[in-house]
């Protein structure tokens, strides 16, 4: 499967029909929304301006949940931005947050990459944040749609996780999203404060109580691509990008995961 040696997760995979598992993943995704505490973007925005220019750029965000990134590229100047993600709870909190900021220059949609209008203005920049690991199967048909929405000369930024040996927190993932209750995926959060105290290692003290929640429940959500830097490059080369950079992301805050930053051209 996509031109990688069989792994576990593929021959899983390949066993489960990933139309059902999109259905699946559909319903997860409108289960609950991801939040994050103020100014998380701040370094990956500062990040994405030394690669490309924002101010008076279209971007589009391709799974922009509830809306921040968006909202701060506008802040930093971007002309319009058009956020769209496949979950309905998130985008009613991104147009919450634009209406609530007087946010005019951006506009969330929800649907699917394929349904997504974006008319004759094509972006200058598409760029997504930790959405395109969540995408089960063939990511082909997925980025080569990205490709031809991009205006031609424009700029595709995205983070994805990055590959890791120790695969023991996927199985988990994996566990907690076929098995476990959802009353249980809710609380994860309460059995990330035992296990840090456990550990003497208070690292959740300051974290706000809605932002952990949110990002707690991720636990429950598993990664559907798990590649090496090489195999980003050759996924991104067959969907028609040139120029494809891949580096480590700017880490966040304390708890995200590392995640690989591609850069790529049309
Ligand atoms: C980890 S969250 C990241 C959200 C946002 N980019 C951020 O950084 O806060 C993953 C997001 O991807 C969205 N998503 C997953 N699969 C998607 C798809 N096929 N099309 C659009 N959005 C998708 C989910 O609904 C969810 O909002």
Request: hydrophobic share 40%; glycine share 6%; charged share 25%.
């Amino acid at each position: 499967m996509n031109g990688q040696s069989p792994n576990t997760l593929n021959i899983i995979l390949s066993w489960i029909d990933v139309s059902n598992l999109n259905t699946l993943l559909h319903k997860e995704f409108n289960k609950h929304v991801l939040l994050h505490e103020e100014g998380y973007f701040e370094t990956l925005v500062s990040f994405v301006a030394e690669k490309c220019l924002i101010k008076e750029k279209n971007i589009f965000e391709f799974g922009c949940g509830t809306g921040d990134l968006s909202l701060l590229l506008v802040v930093k100047g971007a002309k319009n931005v058009y956020g769209m993600d496949i979950s309905e709870p998130s985008i009613q909190e991104a147009r919450k947050k634009a209406l609530k900021a007087n946010v005019k220059n951006v506009n969330f949609q929800c649907g699917g990459i394929f349904e997504t209008e974006i008319g004759s203005d094509k972006p200058d920049i598409i760029i997504s944040n930790s959405v395109i690991h969540y995408i089960p199967g063939d990511l082909r048909p997925t980025l080569h749609r990205l490709f031809s929405m991009l205006k031609d000369g424009g700029t595709m930024l995205a983070t994805v996780e990055a590959a890791n040996k120790f695969s023991f927190i996927r199985m988990i993932q994996w566990f907690l999203f076929f098995v476990s209750p959802e009353v249980f995926k809710r609380n994860l959060h309460m059995l990330f404060g035992l296990i840090s105290r456990f550990l003497n290692k208070d690292v959740l003290r300051n974290e706000n109580e809605l932002v952990l929640k949110s990002k707690a429940r991720y636990l429950a959500v598993p990664i559907f691509q798990k590649k090496t830097k090489d195999e980003w490059v050759s996924e991104f080369k067959r969907a028609g990008f040139s120029d494809i950079l891949i580096e480590m992301a700017p880490k966040l805050n304390k708890l995200s995961a590392p995640h690989y930053f591609i850069t790529a051209k049309k």
